[in-house]
């Protein structure tokens, strides 16, 4: 664990609680009771709201019945929002991995209908970045060193997630692997790493799971009676990971002249205009 010392991150010394430690630990965890019925239902009417005023965002190559389900930007859009993303229970369980100056790099408003997993690429197994600390085949990481963390997933459940809603399954460990998912099993239900296989995160409304970025994570399939998923999603990282609320089309540090001088792929992405992808697409 870690602390922002007077200029530098350092090592933590002070205590955090079994949520972290877990978090560090597993690459995962949940957090009961985070909301009050009433701030739950404050949230799910705001972002309810949004999903009826504002089109889709028109971001990645999702078709139309997919772009549907999404709604990013969100503490731009909701008050109620940014409140839940500021939650201090929620904070004091993600501080302590990723410093007191960590951010909301994403925040984006999900609404799966029952009877329509969706076909993006959450259904198949994947890491939302890096690995960040990449790892070569055969190599493991050491136990006696905590495994850093850079970026933290958070799903703020509006409505209970039960097995038969296709909860995110997050596989216990596998962000110590260095690597990612095998990619001839991409939906494979009985995928383990080092003998560990799936936990689905299941959770009440106002309560919210929380997975590291490395962690091999996926959305499991819907089972009879499936009602669908309704959440609020944030993506926290530490300071020195760039926000992805807005893609750089919309929101970059260049002047038009500079812009207009890239004129291949390579130099769009050497002065920051990246493609969506991982979090903002």
Same mark, same amino acid.
């Given at each position: 664990?870690?602390?922002?010392?007077?200029?530098?991150?350092?090592?933590?010394?002070?205590?955090?609680?079994?949520? $972290?430690?877990?978090?560090?630990?597993?690459?995962? $965890?949940?957090?009961?009771?985070?909301? $009050?019925?009433?701030?739950?239902?404050?949230?799910?009417?705001?972002?309810? =709201?949004?999903?009826?005023?504002?089109?889709?965002?028109? %971001?990645?190559?999702?078709?139309?019945?997919?772009?549907?389900?999404?709604?990013?930007?969100?503490?731009?859009?909701?008050?109620?929002?940014? %409140?839940?993303?500021?939650?201090?229970?929620?904070?004091?369980?993600?501080?302590?991995?990723?410093?007191?100056? @960590?951010?909301?790099?994403?925040?984006?408003?999900? %609404?799966?209908?029952?009877?329509?997993?969706?076909?993006?690429?959450?259904? =198949?197994?994947?890491?939302?970045?890096?690995? #960040? +600390?990449?790892?070569?085949?055969?190599?493991?990481?050491?136990?006696?060193?905590?495994?850093? +963390?850079?970026?933290?997933?958070?799903?703020?459940?509006?409505?209970? @997630?039960?097995?038969?809603?296709?909860?995110?399954?997050?596989?216990? *460990?596998?962000?110590?692997? *260095?690597?990612?998912?095998?990619?001839?099993?991409?939906?494979?239900?009985?995928?383990?790493f080092e003998?560990? *296989?799936?936990?689905?995160?299941?959770? /009440?409304?106002?309560?919210? =799971?929380?997975?590291?970025?490395?962690?091999?994570h996926r959305?499991?399939?819907? *089972?009879?009676?499936?009602?669908?998923?309704?959440?609020?999603?944030? #993506?926290?990282?530490?300071?020195?990971?760039?926000? /992805?609320?807005? $893609?750089?089309?919309?929101?970059?540090?260049?002047?038009?002249?500079?812009?207009? /001088?890239?004129?291949?792929?390579?130099?769009?992405?050497?002065?920051?205009?990246?493609?969506?992808?991982?979090?903002d697409g």
């Amino acid at each position: 664990m870690i602390r922002r010392g007077r200029v530098y991150l350092e090592p933590r010394d002070q205590p955090a609680g079994p949520e $972290t430690a877990q978090l560090e630990r597993e690459g995962w $965890t949940v957090i009961r009771d985070l909301f $009050t019925a009433d701030e739950v239902a404050d949230l799910a009417g705001e972002i309810a =709201a949004v999903f009826e005023r504002d089109p889709p965002d028109a %971001r990645g190559r999702r078709g139309p019945d997919d772009a549907a389900m999404f709604r990013y930007a969100m503490l731009n859009r909701s008050p109620a929002a940014q %409140r839940a993303v500021a939650n201090p229970k929620l904070l004091a369980v993600i501080e302590p991995l990723l410093g007191e100056d @960590c951010h909301v790099i994403a925040n984006t408003a999900w %609404r799966n209908p029952a009877g329509h997993p969706g076909s993006h690429g959450g259904q =198949a197994w994947h890491i939302d970045a890096g690995p #960040h +600390v990449p790892l070569p085949d055969g190599v493991r990481w050491p136990g006696d060193i905590p495994h850093p +963390v850079f970026a933290i997933g958070v799903h703020l459940f509006l409505e209970d @997630c039960r097995l038969k809603d296709g909860p995110t399954g997050v596989i216990p *460990g596998s962000h110590l692997s *260095g690597r990612p998912p095998p990619p001839r099993r991409p939906l494979d239900d009985d995928l383990e790493f080092e003998g560990r *296989g799936v936990v689905p995160l299941l959770a /009440r409304a106002g309560e919210a =799971a929380l997975f590291v970025s490395d962690v091999w994570h996926r959305r499991m399939p819907t *089972g009879d009676g499936d009602h669908g998923r309704f959440f609020l999603q944030a #993506h926290y990282g530490r300071r020195d990971i760039a926000q /992805r609320l807005l $893609t750089t089309d919309e929101s970059n540090q260049l002047s038009a002249e500079a812009i207009a /001088r890239a004129a291949t792929d390579r130099e769009r992405r050497l002065i920051g205009l990246h493609p969506a992808f991982f979090y903002d697409g």
